[in-house]
Nanobody
Framework: QVQLVESGGGLVQAGGSLRLSCAASGRTFSNYAMGWFRQAPGKEREFVIG????????YYAESVKGRFTISRVNAKKTVYLQMNSLKPEDTAVYYCAAGQIASGARLAPDYWGQGTQVTVSS
């Protein structure tokens, strides 16, 4: 069992940066790939970025390549999402997830956090 708590969301101007954190509880954090999804109003939840258990491989959605990156510190049971060059279309609720890397280089989540709002103003 893994519980996830996100933090770091907020309001930022276009072109700015924001870092989200996701703190996990449970003893098996390092067994899981981690990632972030987002859901904008009226849209389906979509995969954003993922990282394998060791941190050695990162998987990106095309829309965030070159702007977002993810990292993890297994000793702290924490994963980070660094978002740079933010755009208004990045506005969404961002969800941390734990799971496995699936075909198509996406994260198949087993556990979800409660979400944190990111709003990018133009």
């Amino acid at each position: 069992q893994v519980q996830l708590v996100e933090s770091g969301g907020g309001l930022v101007q276009a072109g700015g940066s924001l870092r989200l954190s996701c703190a996990a509880s449970g003893r098996t954090f390092s067994n899981y790939a981690m990632g972030w999804f987002r859901q904008a109003p009226g849209k389906e939840r979509e995969f954003v970025i993922g990282i394998n258990w060791s941190g050695g491989r990162i998987y990106y959605a095309e829309s965030v390549k070159g702007r977002f990156t993810i990292s993890r510190v297994n000793a702290k049971k924490t994963v980070y999402l660094q978002m740079n060059s933010l755009k208004p279309e990045d506005t969404a609720v961002y969800y941390c997830a734990a799971g496995q890397i699936a075909s198509g280089a996406r994260l198949a989540p087993d556990y979800w956090g409660q979400g944190t709002q990111v709003t990018v103003s133009s």
